[in-house]
């Protein structure tokens, strides 16, 4: 499982979360512009029932024989159609007056003290449910001075279908508010996530060794984070100077036993004892190679991603060396190789490569030795190919190994074709061997330029 997965996308779970937060606000805001609709639509029917009310209370009149009486009924032709949904009614003493809307029912007024008018809900006819305005009054000697309880109610349906169509417009209004809205939070998450792209690919500055630092040009919130990655960078470059220095001294330190080990051998020889003194030499020549190896590892293990480096720059002065040995000058060496070729490594450790692995090409090919590259795909891929016996299908495997060694009578140490895997390895490129029949084919992948 790879990092990603581990931890997740960081855009991902900002979107959801202003998803979640969008979704959110825009319900309260459904439901709460709602409400204030309602309550708003309510103050405007409270007002025109109100109106009514008054306009009753100012017809209201007693006969000549004491009894409660409208002096012209109200103008709303509701009042006069039955169950219309608007109605009124007037108590006093005992007296009902209702509007013909009302036809057999009553409205359920309750027990006021003069004053203001009072806004309720109550259940009407049919027991549907009304919002009703009562007020209670205390008339003058044309009303015998009796109090006087006077309500007009509305059909709290009339209030409902209103505010449900006002949800109906404003449904689709904030489904596009919040269409708008995560468009803006998706654009917000991606201008917030530039500079985490900029110090992305500043990593892979320096790891292509492009650059050396994460530098400061970044924002507040993640200049903290890129001073401890210059900080961890400074440190491990201390410490490879520090290891690279040790492992100069310790082969400095080694030279100089070897150096008189060397002369002890010749002192052997002059001795005639021989035998003893090819033994102490092979020896010699074993440590040194090993001092040499563990060199080389140490300057690899301080190397990035190299600049871009010319191969065919560098195969010419590797065989023009080898082409002044005894058996290069007996050779025919067959170079294919584009001038356009690059490859991610340092012109050195490639010359160290192709030094070894045509060293032993040249002591093992009979008549020549072909040199080639391809590209493939974002790999430059080099082949060496000798005309010489090859190598036992058996001991393919173990052509690399350390230490292991194809020729046991050339007095080397087997450490050549470890140097090869340790480069070929630190560039993050890739060698194989196989039988050409005749002769043996070494292949190296590295990154393309």
Not at 9 to 15: E, H, N
Not at 306 to 318: E, T
Not at 333 to 353: K, N, Q, T, Y
Request: hydrophobic fraction near 45%; include cysteine.
């Amino acid at each position: 499982m790879n990092a990603a997965k581990r931890g997740g996308s960081l855009r991902l779970r900002l979107a959801v979360a202003g998803l979640a937060l969008i979704a959110i606000a825009c319900v309260i805001s459904f439901f709460g512009l709602s409400y204030l609709f309602e309550r708003h639509v309510e103050r405007r029917v409270a007002t025109e029932l109100e109106l009514h009310l008054g306009q009753i209370i100012a017809k209201l009149d007693r006969d000549g024989e004491g009894r409660l009486r409208l002096l012209a009924d109200p103008v709303d032709p509701r009042f006069a159609t039955p169950l219309s949904g608007l109605y009124w009614q007037i108590e006093s003493k005992g007296d009902v007056l209702r509007s013909r809307s009302l036809w057999d029912g009553a409205l359920e007024t309750p027990t006021l003290e003069p004053g203001s008018p009072v806004l309720r809900d109550i259940t009407g006819p049919g027991g549907r449910r009304l919002f009703m305005a009562a007020r209670e009054i205390v008339g003058g000697e044309r009303l015998g001075r009796d109090p006087v309880l006077a309500a007009v109610a509305i059909d709290r349906g009339d209030i409902d279908a209103a505010t449900q169509e006002f949800r109906s417009d404003l449904a689709p209004f904030l489904a596009l508010l919040a269409l708008l809205l995560l468009a803006a939070n998706l654009a917000q998450i991606q201008l917030g996530l530039l500079p985490l792209s900029a110090v992305r690919r500043r990593v892979a500055e320096i790891r292509a060794g492009l650059a050396k630092r994460m530098g400061a040009a970044y924002p507040s919130e993640i200049q903290p984070l890129t001073e401890e990655v210059d900080e961890l960078l400074a440190s491990r470059e201390a410490q490879l100077a520090k290891a690279r220095s040790q492992a100069a001294d310790l082969a400095h330190g080694l030279k100089t036993p070897l150096q008189a080990l060397a002369g002890d051998v010749a002192r052997l020889r002059a001795e005639g004892r021989g035998q003893l003194a090819d033994e102490i030499d092979l020896s010699i020549a074993a440590m040194r190679r090993h001092v040499d190896h563990q060199l080389a590892r140490a300057r690899l293990a301080d190397r990035g991603q190299a600049r871009p480096v010319s191969v065919l720059g560098v195969v010419n002065r590797v065989i023009a060396v080898l082409e002044r040995t005894p058996r290069g000058q007996l050779l025919d060496w067959v170079i294919e190789v584009d001038e356009a070729d690059r490859a991610r490594i340092e012109a050195e450790d490639l010359a160290e490569l192709l030094g070894n692995l045509l060293e032993n090409a040249t002591r093992y090919a009979r008549d020549g030795i072909e040199i080639s590259t391809r590209r493939e795909g974002e790999l430059l891929t080099l082949d060496i190919r000798d005309d010489g016996p090859g190598i036992p299908a058996a001991r393919l495997a173990d052509v690399v190994d350390r230490g292991g060694r194809l020729d046991t009578t050339s007095g080397g140490a087997g450490l050549g074709l470890a140097i090869v895997r340790d480069i070929v390895s630190a560039n993050k490129g890739e060698i194989a061997f196989s039988n050409a029949e005749p002769g043996l084919l070494v292949t190296v992948r590295l990154p393309g330029g």
